[in-house]
C-alpha cells in the first residue's frame, strides 16, 4: 500500500492525541497486515504505547484521509485536462480538509448538462453579466440592448440570461458557499409535520407530528426518529433558514450580496443585481445546501448511532461469564411448549426436552417433574431462562422446581435471548448441531450464553443481538465494520482457549480467517488437544505470519508450557524465563507469587527488542496468568408477582438488568416483557451528560417505577435517590455550555416526572428495534 503523506500523518496525530511518529509507526503496521489488537498488545514500543481506541480511530481516519487524498488527485487531473489548473486554485485544492470543501472547489468544473447560464453565454451574454457586476452605475436595460440578437430577441430574454450566468456564477464560488454553510448549519431549524391524514397510521411519531428545534442541537435519536417517520410517508421533514427573519433582505441573501460588493447605494444596476443574488439563493444555493445539511443530518445520527450500538455490544460481550458449570436452558414458549437443554460445563450438549407446563396442555406436574429429573441426573448447577413470551411464567415454574430439591440448588438466570432464534436457523448451528431440532438450539444457545456470553454471542450476527440504537436505519456496511471491529477487540482482550473453542470463536482472534479457524478445529478433531502453541504451525495453510499474529491471544491451559496459558507471546518467552531465572524459581511456581515479582526492577530487563512497556505487561501477566477482564457474574433477581405490565405500579422499587444505553437514558428488563426506560434525567440526582458514564448494559441496578403507559406499552423507571420531581440537577462547568445552556438543562431535569416522563423522554426511544 502506497505510504501515507506527512499531512495525513499530522492530521490523524493531532486527533488522537498522539505524536506523527507513533502514527506513522502504527500506519506500517496495519498496511502490513497487523491486526489492531495485535499492534495494541504487542507492539507498544514501535507506536508508544497506543492503545485499541486510538488505533482504532486511525485506522478509521486513515481510510477517510487516504479516499480524501485520492479525490484530490483525480480533481487535480481533471482541472489540469482542461486547461484550467492556477497555481493559486492547485493551492485552494491542496489544502481542503474535507471532501465537502473539495467538492465545492471542483464544482465550477464539474462535467455537468447544459444549464440556463452555459445556454445563456453561447448567446453571448457572458460580457453582459460581467459589465453589469463591474459597473453598478450601468443601466441594464441600456446595457442589454446592445447584445440582442436573433436568439435574444429582447432585453428581458438578455437580463434573464445574464441572471442566470450571475447565478451560477454565486453558486460555484467555493468560498461563499462555504461560509454560507457554516451558517446554515448554526441558525437552520430542522422542522417536521404530519403529513395530512396519516395521524392514526403513523401514531407512534405524535411526538413529531409539529416538532420544530434547531439543527445543529438535534441528537441522533431524534433525527432519526424522524426520518424513519419521512421515510414512511408519516412526517414531511424541512430544513428552514431565516423562516422567521421578517427583514427585506434575509442574511443568507446578504452574505451572497457582500461578497460580491453588492448593495443598494443608488447604482442603476443595484437592484438587478440584488435581485441576481436572491435568485441564486432561491433556485440553486437553497436546495444546495438543503441537500447537504440533511445529508449531513443522516451521517451525523449514523455515527453517533453506530458508536452507541457499538458500546453497547462491547459491554454485553465483556459481560460477566457464570462459568464452566453444568447448566440448563429454557427457552419458554406457551403453545409449543418450552424447550430445555442441557449443556455440560463445556457447552457440550447433553440432553434436550420440551415440556408443556402453559396453556393448552398445562401439564405443570409433568414439567417439573421432568426438569427436577434433568437437573439431578446431570447434576445442573445453573438455569438459563430466556427473556421472551412466557419467560416470567417459566421463572416462577423453575422456582418451584428449585424450592423442592435439595441443597445445594441450582441458581436461576434469566438472560436475554436477543438472536437465539437467528442463531437457531442460521448455517453456524446447523454445522453445529446438524440433528437436533431448530426449536432446541435456541435453548442450548441460552445456556452456553450464560456460562460465557462472549464465546456463544460471537456466533450471531452483531446486528440481531438487539443493542442498538436505529439499527436498521443506518449505513449497513459502517455498522458491519464497526461491530466487527468491537467483536475482534473483546474477544482478542479476553483471549480464546484452543482446545475448546469453537470455529467461530477462533475466526475472530487476531490473524486467523474462518477458513484456518476450520482448520485448527479438524486438526483438533483428527489428533486431539494441542499441546503447545507451537504446535499451530502444523496447522495447514497457518504460517509464520499468522502465528505471530495470533498466538498470544491464544491459551492453553496445563500443556507442555506453562507460559501458554498466558498473554505473553511466544516471541517473548526468552525474557519471560530471564526474569524467571533471576528470581531463581521455577516457573510454575512463580506464576502469582504477587511479591516476587513486584519486587522486580522492570528496568533491568529491558533490552534493544523489548522495551519497559513489554516488561511491564509479562510481570503483570506472570502475576495473574490468564486473567479475565470481565467483571465478576451477579443476576438481578425479579421481584415475586410482577410478571406483566399490567401488575406495575407507580412508586413500586425493582431489581432489573440494563439491556441497551442510548443517548437519551438507559433500558432496563424488569421482568415484565417490556424494557423500561431510565431517562438520563432520571439517572441520578446530579446532572449527566452521557448515560453511559453511568450504567452499561448487564449492569444489575435497582429502579422506580414512574409511570406506565399500558397503550403503547411504555414503562417510564428512575434511578434517582431524591424522589422529589422537582429537585434540580447541579448544571455543568467544564463542558464549554452556556449559562442559557445550562439553565436549560437544569430546567429540563427538574421538571415532574408525570409531566415529561412518558412524553419527550419515552419518545426519544421511538422506533427501537
Not at 72 to 92: D, P, Y
Not at 304 to 331: Q, S, Y
Not at 401 to 430: C, N
Request: a neutral charge.
Amino acid at each position: 500500500m502506497t505510504p501515507a503523506p506527512d499531512r495525513i500523518l499530522q492530521t490523524i496525530a493531532s486527533e488522537i492525541r498522539a505524536r506523527p511518529e507513533q502514527v506513522r509507526a502504527a500506519v506500517d503496521l496495519l498496511d502490513e497486515g497487523a491486526t489492531v489488537p495485535f499492534v495494541a498488545r504487542y507492539r507498544k514500543e514501535a507506536t508508544g504505547g497506543l492503545d485499541d481506541t486510538q488505533l482504532r480511530q486511525l485506522e478509521e481516519r486513515l481510510a477517510y484521509l487516504r479516499e480524501l487524498e485520492a479525490r484530490r488527485a483525480s480533481v487535480l487531473e481533471t482541472i489540469s485536462g482542461q486547461g484550467k489548473l492556477t497555481a493559486e486554485l492547485q493551492a485552494k485544492i491542496a489544502e481542503a480538509a474535507t471532501k465537502a470543501e473539495l467538492e465545492d472547489i471542483y464544482l465550477p468544473f464539474r462535467p455537468k448538462r447544459r444549464t440556463r447560464a452555459e445556454i445563456a453565454r453561447e448567446r453571448g451574454l457572458g460580457p453582459l453579466a460581467d459589465a453589469l457586476l463591474a459597473d453598478r452605475a450601468a443601466i441594464p436595460a441600456a446595457l442589454a440592448e446592445s447584445f440582442l440578437s436573433e436568439a435574444v430577441p429582447d432585453i428581458k430574454t438578455a437580463l434573464d440570461g445574464a441572471r442566470d450566468i450571475l447565478a451560477e456564477t454565486f453558486a460555484e464560488n467555493a468560498d461563499l458557499v462555504g461560509r454560507l454553510r457554516s451558517y446554515v448549519k448554526g441558525n437552520a431549524m430542522l422542522r417536521a409535520r404530519v403529513i395530512e391524514g396519516k395521524e392514526e397510521a403513523g401514531a407512534k411519531f405524535s411526538d413529531y407530528f409539529d416538532h420544530s428545534e434547531r439543527f445543529a442541537n438535534t441528537p441522533s435519536h431524534r433525527a432519526l426518529a424522524m426520518l424513519r417517520g419521512r421515510n414512511e410517508d408519516v412526517l414531511s421533514l424541512d430544513i428552514e433558514i431565516d423562516a422567521d427573519n421578517a427583514s427585506a433582505v434575509k442574511p443568507v441573501e446578504q452574505m451572497i450580496a457582500q461578497q460580491y460588493g453588492i448593495a443598494l447605494q443608488g447604482g442603476a444596476a443595484d437592484v438587478f443585481l440584488l435581485d441576481a443574488a436572491r435568485f441564486a439563493w432561491r433556485t440553486k444555493l437553497s436546495l444546495h445546501l438543503t441537500l447537504d445539511l440533511m445529508n449531513d443530518l443522516r451521517e451525523r445520527a449514523e455515527a453517533e448511532a453506530i458508536h452507541v450500538f457499538a458500546r453497547n455490544l462491547k459491554d454485553l460481550l465483556l459481560a460477566a461469564p457464570a462459568g464452566p458449570r453444568p447448566t440448563m436452558g429454557l427457552d419458554p414458549g406457551i403453545r409449543t411448549g418450552v424447550k430445555v437443554a442441557v449443556v455440560d460445563q463445556t457447552g457440550k450438549l447433553l440432553e434436550t426436552a420440551t415440556v408443556y407446563p402453559f396453556q393448552p396442555r398445562n401439564d405443570l406436574a409433568g414439567a417439573a417433574a421432568e426438569l427436577g429429573r434433568l437437573i439431578r441426573k446431570h447434576r445442573v448447577e445453573l438455569i438459563a431462562i430466556g427473556n421472551g413470551t412466557a419467560s416470567r411464567e417459566t421463572d416462577q415454574l423453575a422456582g418451584d422446581v428449585i424450592a423442592a430439591l435439595p441443597a445445594p440448588s441450582p441458581i436461576k438466570v434469566v438472560v436475554s435471548e436477543a438472536g437465539a432464534s437467528v442463531y437457531s436457523a442460521s448455517a453456524k448451528a446447523a454445522a453445529e448441531m446438524p440433528d437436533l431440532d431448530v426449536s432446541l438450539r435456541g435453548a442450548v444457545s441460552i445456556a452456553r450464553r450464560l456460562q460465557d456470553p462472549l464465546a456463544e454471542l460471537v456466533k450471531i450476527d452483531p446486528k440481531s443481538i438487539g443493542v442498538g440504537q436505529y439499527q436498521h436505519d443506518v449505513n449497513q456496511t459502517r455498522l458491519a465494520r464497526a461491530l466487527d471491529a468491537v467483536v475482534e477487540d473483546a474477544v482478542n482482550a479476553v483471549g480464546v482457549d484452543l482446545n475448546t473453542a469453537s470455529a467461530s470463536l477462533l475466526s475472530r482472534v487476531s490473524g486467523l480467517s474462518a477458513s484456518l479457524a476450520d482448520a485448527i478445529v479438524v486438526r483438533r478433531d483428527e489428533k486431539g488437544a494441542f499441546a503447545s502453541r507451537r504446535d499451530l504451525l502444523g496447522v495447514s495453510r497457518l504460517g509464520p505470519r499468522a502465528f505471530e499474529l495470533c498466538a498470544g491471544f491464544l491459551r492453553i491451559s496445563n500443556g507442555s508450557e506453562p507460559l501458554d496459558a498466558s498473554s505473553v507471546h511466544p516471541e517473548a518467552y526468552g525474557l519471560a524465563r530471564k526474569i524467571v531465572s533471576a528470581c531463581g524459581r521455577d516457573l510454575r511456581s512463580l506464576m502469582g507469587d504477587s511479591a516476587t515479582l513486584q519486587s522486580l526492577d522492570p528496568a533491568k530487563f529491558a533490552d534493544e527488542r523489548f522495551g519497559l512497556p513489554t516488561v511491564r505487561d509479562i510481570l503483570g501477566e506472570l502475576e495473574k496468568p490468564g486473567r479475565d477482564p470481565r467483571p465478576e457474574f451477579k443476576t438481578a433477581t425479579f421481584a415475586e408477582g410482577i410478571h406483566d405490565i399490567k401488575d406495575l405500579k407507580p412508586g413500586m422499587t425493582l431489581e432489573g438488568t440494563v439491556t441497551n444505553v442510548a443517548n437519551f437514558g438507559a433500558f432496563v428488563d424488569i421482568g415484565v416483557h417490556q424494557d423500561g426506560l431510565v431517562h438520563v434525567s432520571q439517572l441520578t440526582d446530579r446532572f449527566v451528560k452521557d448515560p453511559s458514564a453511568l450504567v452499561k448494559a448487564g449492569d444489575v441496578v435497582k429502579v422506580r417505577v414512574v409511570e406506565v403507559d399500558l397503550k403503547r406499552k411504555r414503562i417510564a423507571l428512575s434511578m434517582r435517590k431524591d424522589d422529589s420531581p422537582r429537585a434540580a440537577p447541579a448544571a455543568p462547568t467544564k463542558d464549554g455550555a452556556s449559562k442559557k445552556d445550562m439553565r436549560q438543562q437544569a430546567q429540563r431535569q427538574a421538571k415532574p416526572a408525570s409531566q415529561g416522563a412518558l412524553g419527550a423522554a419515552l419518545s426519544e426511544a421511538l422506533g427501537r428495534k
